[in-house]
């Protein structure tokens, strides 16, 4: 047997997640929005460093 293949809309469905997740921890939609799959994923690694640098970005 074979693995099943990742369908286009899982993937898409599970990017469009994780963009709403940066959102909600406080970053810019429009930034979001430009973000590659790969730096949104690096960016949800470790939310406190996120929340971190928008605190000290908005001081």
């Known amino acids: 047997?074979?693995?099943p293949t990742k369908s286009?809309?899982?993937?898409r469905k599970r990017h469009n997640d994780?963009?709403?997740r940066l959102i909600a921890l406080g970053m810019d939609e429009a930034v979001v929005a430009l973000m590659n799959p790969k730096?949104?994923?690096?960016?949800?690694k470790h939310p406190?460093?996120?929340?971190?640098e928008l605190a000290a970005k908005d001081a």
């Open 1 to 3: 047997m074979t693995r």
């Open 8 to 11: 286009g809309g899982a993937r």
């Open 48 to 52: 406190a460093k996120v929340t971190k």
């Open 18 to 20: 994780q963009k709403k």
């Open 39 to 44: 730096d949104v994923r690096t960016k949800l």
